[in-house]
C-alpha cells in the first residue's frame, strides 16, 4: 500500500471516530433551545404552607436550566414577607422570575418592585394594588366554608383544620398527601389580612397568572377579576388550591414560560 493511500485510509477512519463519538454524546451535552441558564426563579409559598410546597415543580424549573430558590416566609406580616423574599431577590445573578402562591401574591406585589424582577407569576393567588389589604379585596363577599375551621392560638396565629385541607384546601390530592400538607403547614398570623401593600409591582412588570378552577380558598371568579385587573397573562388549571402539589407540571410550564419571555 503506497503512503497516500496510507494517509488517506487514516484520515478517512479519524473522521468516522469523530462522527461516532459525536452520535453517542448525551443530548444533555447539546445546546437546547429550551435552556433558560442565568434566569433565576424565586417562589414564594403562601399561608398554611413552607417552601416544600413547591417540590414537585423545582425539578421540572431545574431541568430547564433556571436557577430555583424557595423563600421560607414567617408568615408574621406583608412586610417580614417581603424583607425575606427581598433578601433571596438580592442574592441572585441575573434576572429574577418571582412567583407567589395564595397569600404571596400580596408578598411579591410588593418585594417584585427590585430590578432584578422581570416577571410576575401568580399562583392562585392575592394581588393587590396600593394601599390595599386581602380584606380590602374581600370586603363585603361571604366567609366560605373552610373559614369556621380556623383555629387561632393565643399569639394570633391561624392554622387549617386537617379536615379542612382535605376537604377544601387540598381537595384533589390523595388524603395521605393532604394529611401530610396538614402536619408541615405554617401557622399564619391574622393581621396579615389587613396589612397593605405600599406599592404594586405588577403595575411596571409583565404578570402571568395560574388560574385554579376548582379553588375552594381562593374563588376563581375572584382570581379571574384579579387576573384581568393587572392585566396578566392567564392560565387556566383544573386544580384545588394548591396546583403546584396536584398539577406541577402545568404550573411550571406558566413558569418557564414567564422565563422565555423575562428581558
Given amino acids: 500500500m ?8 487514516a484520515a478517512t477512519l479519524l473522521l468516522g471516530g469523530l462522527m461516532s463519538l459525536a452520535a453517542f454524546t448525551p443530548a444533555s451535552a447539546a445546546s ?21 410546597s413547591w417540590d414537585k415543580v423545582i425539578p421540572i424549573l431545574q431541568a430547564k436550566g433556571l436557577h430555583v430558590v424557595a423563600v421560607q416566609n414567617s408568615l408574621r406580616s406583608l412586610d417580614d414577607d417581603a424583607a425575606a423574599t427581598k433578601r433571596v431577590i438580592e442574592q441572585q445573578n441575573g434576572p429574577v422570575i418571582l412567583v407567589g402562591h395564595s397569600w404571596a401574591g400580596a408578598v411579591i406585589t410588593q418585594a417584585g418592585n427590585d430590578d432584578k424582577v422581570k416577571a410576575l407569576v401568580y399562583v392562585a393567588a392575592f394581588a393587590l394594588d396600593k394601599d390595599q389589604s386581602i380584606n380590602d379585596v374581600l370586603k363585603g363577599k361571604p366567609a366560605p366554608p373552610w373559614a369556621s375551621a380556623l383555629q387561632k392560638d393565643s399569639a394570633g396565629y ?12 387540598a381537595q384533589d390530592l390523595p388524603v395521605a398527601q393532604a394529611r401530610l400538607v396538614a402536619a408541615t403547614q405554617g401557622p399564619w398570623f391574622a393581621g396579615c389580612t389587613d396589612d397593605k401593600v405600599s406599592e404594586a409591582a405588577w403595575h411596571n412588570k409583565p404578570s ?17 377579576a384579579m387576573a384581568q385587573q ?12 394548591v396546583a403546584m402539589l396536584s398539577k406541577p407540571a402545568e404550573v411550571a410550564a406558566a413558569i418557564i414560560a414567564a422565563a422565555r419571555e423575562a428581558q
Fill in 2 to 9: 503506497n503512503t497516500l493511500l496510507k494517509k488517506c485510509l
Fill in 32 to 52: 437546547s433551545p429550551d435552556d433558560l441558564k442565568g434566569k433565576n426563579v424565586v417562589l414564594v409559598h403562601g399561608a398554611f404552607a413552607d417552601g416544600s
Fill in 158 to 169: 391561624l392554622t387549617l383544620s386537617t379536615d379542612a385541607i382535605i376537604h377544601d384546601f
Fill in 208 to 224: 402571568w397568572w395560574v388560574l385554579t378552577e376548582k379553588d375552594r380558598m381562593i374563588p376563581p371568579a375572584l382570581q379571574a
Fill in 230 to 241: 393587572i392585566g396578566a397573562t392567564v392560565v387556566k388549571v383544573d386544580a384545588s388550591h
